[in-house]
């Protein structure tokens, strides 16, 4: 390895040594708040640059860094590739545009005291999660980001954050024993946990002596562990609880963050890790085909109950928590027929991670939205707003531009994900009538409802005469500012879609190129 390569892998550990620095730093200075507040942004700014410049490194192939020079597959490795490091600088958006929000709408005696820390505690365990080479340590970066998410659940202490935030630790404590005893139970049965050796052996199972029945059964034990940490049905019931009790920064961290580790680990375990040969034919008995026909399931079940549940919420928090969850189902959807079909596997990761962006940006700025109304109205039910477009129009626009870039309509970002999604089966010859049938019936379906709770949304809420509730109501500026940011970048990125696209068609093949990965951690290449 050449010295400008070796500077630039040992650049790989910055970002997650920034967030650990900052969070420490700011749980230091908690006498000032100033000086707290400044750590904070300033972490953050450089969180962003190192994310940002990491990404451009990747291009040409994966990043890899050994702790403590252990070679691979007997050290800790991390791993940066396009696709992670994709999903990081989404991590970092959204993360910057919370902490703004915060400054002005979070207690300032919490702030002072443990708000700031906790925040880069959490990014720090995302960052882990995301950049970690093996099995065992992304478990290990799961529970980091469970701990501080489960703190900041219940960060008012309220009884419905308490209830709430047991719940959320409960089930989420259960997964990851689940998650433990699948890592557990592939490791007895290949011997490794470094992904990119378990890539290998799974592609040698005789020369290994693997029993592929032991790795599909504990490999679908980690697919219902990722359902459950997506939020996918039936293992959804959390979310609607956690949303409305979480106060708003956090649900918008919990949806635009959190809620994409567990897509990006079930991505990159089965498609990256586990082999695929050149057609994996319907009724084979593989990982993939098992993974593909249970996630089809998942993701159509989350679309339609999602939608139809998200139409019958008059309070704002759960409309979107119900959102959340069918669009986690849109996501989803072309990771089956990826799955299933490896000619289509380029094109619906690209659909899969054009949805994922847009929802970390959108749902983000409407949970902001949602804290705005609450602080100034003091109630986010739809039956007491109206007018809300005359009263505050910086806030309506970015409620009016997120909310349907989620249902998919021009020019805004999200239109990208849906006509991805729409000529996925149109140019894909291997798909059976019965699956194209019904991904485009579910889908026109899904998007139908997305329509309708996103125009009752608007029409309550935002449309009509001013009540008095609104009347009354004063949403500061500063905080219209950060939803502005947020409304400018889904209408940038929708515009100037043809300038992202390679970055994004990068991370596509970068998640499903398992060669480039084994040969990048096994031989330094």
């Keep these: 390895m050449s010295t400008s390569a070796s500077i630039v892998s040992h650049a790989l550990v910055l970002p997650l040594l920034i967030a650990l620095l900052t969070a420490s730093l700011t749980l230091l200075s908690r006498q000032s708040l100033k000086l707290t507040i400044s750590l904070s942004l300033l972490g953050t700014c450089a969180y962003v640059a190192s994310v940002i410049s990491l990404l451009f490194s990747v291009q040409h ?29 989404i991590t970092a958006i959204v993360t910057a545009g919370v902490l703004l929000y915060s400054i002005t709408t979070v207690d300032e005696s919490k702030q002072k005291f443990s708000y700031h820390s906790l925040l880069h505690f959490m990014l720090f365990g995302v960052t882990g999660a995301l950049l970690t080479g093996d099995l065992f340590n992304l478990f290990v970066w799961f529970e980091v980001t469970l701990m501080t998410s ?10 419905k954050q308490t209830k709430a935030g047991m719940t959320y630790v409960v089930l989420n404590l259960i997964g990851g024993a689940f998650m433990l005893i699948s890592i557990g139970g592939i490791y007895a049965t290949t011997g490794t946990l470094n992904l990119a050796d378990l890539s290998y052996r799974l592609s040698h199972p005789d020369l290994y002596n693997i029993s592929i029945p032991s790795v599909i059964l504990f490999s679908m034990i980690l697919f219902v562990v990722f359902a459950l940490k997506s939020g996918l049905v039936p293992l959804h019931f959390w979310v609607p609880l956690v949303y409305q009790a979480a106060p708003s920064p956090i649900s918008a961290l919990l949806s635009g963050v959190v809620k994409k580790v567990g897509l990006y680990a079930m991505i990159r375990i089965f498609f990256t890790v586990f082999p695929s040969g050149d057609s994996t034919p319907l009724g084979e008995f593989s990982i993939l085909t098992i993974f593909g026909i249970s996630l089809f399931v998942l993701s159509a079940t989350s679309i339609i109950f999602g939608g139809i549940s998200a139409l019958s919420q008059d309070n704002i928090d759960n409309l979107l928590a119900y959102s959340s969850i069918s669009q986690m189902g849109f996501i989803m959807l072309p990771l089956s027929l990826a799955a299933l079909f490896p000619s289509i596997r380029e094109m619906a990761l690209i659909a899969t991670i054009i949805l994922t962006l847009n929802h970390s940006l959108a749902k983000a700025s409407l949970f902001l939205a949602s804290g705005c109304i609450k602080n100034a109205i003091g109630s986010a039910n739809l039956s007491d707003l109206g007018g809300l477009s005359r009263h505050s129009p910086i806030l309506s626009i970015s409620v009016f531009v997120s909310i349907f870039s989620l249902v998919g309509l021009p020019p805004v970002f999200g239109f990208f994900g849906k006509l991805h999604l729409l000529i996925l089966p149109l140019n894909a010859e291997p798909i059976q009538t019965m699956y194209s049938s019904l991904f485009v019936l579910i889908l026109l379906l899904g998007t139908v409802l997305s329509f309708l709770y996103a125009i009752r949304l608007w029409n309550t809420g935002f449309w009509g005469a001013i009540s008095s509730t609104v009347s009354d109501s004063t949403i500061p500026v500063q905080n219209q500012y950060v939803l502005l940011f947020f409304t400018i970048l889904l209408i940038s990125l929708g515009i100037g879609f043809e300038h992202i696209s390679p970055l994004i068609e990068s991370a596509s093949r ?10 990048a951690v096994l031989y330094h290449r």
């Design 61 to 89: 192939g994966p990043l890899v860094y050994q702790f403590s020079a252990w070679p691979a597959p007997y050290g800790i490795s991390f791993v940066a590739d396009s696709f992670a490091l994709l999903l990081l600088c």
């Design 150 to 159: 489960y703190v900041l659940v219940t960060f008012y202490s309220t009884s």
């Design 510 to 519: 970068s998640a499903i190129d398992s060669s480039g990965y084994i040969e």
